[in-house]
């Protein structure tokens, strides 16, 4: 199971980010665990500054902003 | 053409000649849909040619460096790298840690806002080159002179403590750069969803603004409370903006009907620049990251800089005009 998790201080787009993937995933039945990450210190230790990022078994694969649909069903 | 395209809804369908309310709604059609149209299509070019910058390369850029070149950098990426105001804290902190001194963030923070494609596109289209050169420049300089001003405060006093233990990650983002058309026109797309739908909102409230002051505010009414360019009139403009947030895009219709309406130059400039750079929601997200007094030497410096800006057009004003 994929380790997935959004990083964000709970701006909308973070939001938003959270739902799509967790839509997407769910539309696909795949089955991930999906986790929230608002710690400041937590979110700049992946090295991201622009919220939301997504973190994906402990790789950062996107940074600023809602990752497009298309992008999401790559990663799953 | 988007002249005729008011003329047609509020003259031609609506037979609105000559009232304030088809004044109004000209305006209003007229402006909703050239800043739309301006705003979608700089960003989804901007996006195709992949032109914004993200901050963490501009971190990356910037790392431990100081001095006027430093300075100068931090303005000219701030107005080249949009950021949304929800990333401000992390990005504060990842310029922090890395060694960027606090002036030079400062400045970093102040320009990005003010500044940036977008917005200058959007002006030049609304208002014209000449004014938008202008509010760039002054814009630039308030920036980067305040990281000066600001430094010599020694700021570092008032930033909360924890800050300066966070550690940040080198986990380099691997952005596929897939550099095909789809995938070009898909990101592009993406960008133009995401700014359109976070700042169509000050759009529309700023053209209802600025509509509702185009068809019914009497001009000499707008020449009364601020038409006399005077040091006190600025002072109110800056401070009656304060309180406003909006996102730069939004204020721009606004401008455009007061300039129409006489307001002089460094007024309308004064506060503009009041209303998108200095906001209590901006100040509040930054209070979890530095104590009180800095913010308050923040918000008077931005304000007594944008009075000295209003001040100054407005004498010039028999200069340029």
């Keep these: ?76 | 053409m988007f002249d005729a395209l008011g003329n047609l809804v509020a003259y031609q369908w609506l037979g609105l000649q000559d009232t304030p309310l088809g004044a109004a709604l000209h305006f209003f059609v007229m402006d909703v849909a050239k800043i739309l149209v301006l705003l979608t299509s700089v960003i989804y070019l901007m996006g195709w040619l992949r032109a914004l910058l993200t901050p963490e390369k501009v971190r990356a850029m910037m790392r431990g460096r100081s001095g006027p070149g430093a300075r100068l950098m931090a303005v000219g990426l701030g107005a080249v790298t949009p950021f949304c105001s929800c990333s401000s804290i992390p990005l504060f902190i990842g310029f922090v840690e890395a060694g960027i001194p606090l002036g030079v963030t400062l400045s970093f923070l102040i320009a990005s806002p003010m500044v940036n494609q977008v917005a200058v596109v959007v002006l030049a289209g609304v208002i014209g080159w000449q004014m938008t050169l202008i509010y760039v420049f002054t814009g630039l300089t308030v920036a980067f002179v305040g990281g000066y001003v600001l430094q010599a405060f020694r700021l570092e006093r008032w930033v909360e403590d924890y800050v300066w233990k966070i550690h940040m990650g080198e986990a380099a983002l691997q952005e596929e750069q897939d550099t095909g058309l789809r995938a070009r026109h898909d990101y592009a797309w993406n960008e133009v969803r995401q700014i359109v739908g976070r700042i169509w909102k000050y759009v529309i409230v700023g053209v209802g603004i600025g509509a509702f002051i185009h068809g019914y505010v009497p001009a000499d009414f707008v020449a009364k409370i601020a038409g006399d360019g005077s040091v006190l009139s600025v002072i109110v403009a800056v401070l009656v903006g304060v309180p406003m947030y909006s996102d730069a895009v939004g204020i721009i219709p606004v401008a455009e009907a007061l300039l129409g309406k006489g307001v002089p130059l460094g007024t309308v400039l004064a506060f503009m620049m009041a209303v998108i750079a200095l906001s209590l929601p901006e100040m509040l997200i930054l209070r979890k990251v530095v104590k009180w007094p800095l913010l308050g030497i923040f918000a008077a410096y931005l304000a007594t800089a944008f009075v000295l800006v209003g001040v100054l057009f407005n004498a010039l004003r028999s200069v340029i005009a």
């Design chain 1, 1 to 76: 199971m994929k380790n997935i998790k959004v990083l964000g201080s709970g701006c909308a787009n973070c939001k938003t980010t959270l739902k799509l993937i967790e839509e997407i995933a769910q539309a696909r039945g795949v089955a991930v665990d999906l986790e929230k990450v608002d710690d400041m210190a937590a979110i700049l230790g992946y090295g991201v500054m622009s919220t939301p990022g997504v973190v994906i078994d402990g790789k950062v694969v996107h940074a600023g902003g809602v990752p497009d649909r298309k992008k999401v069903e790559s990663w799953l």
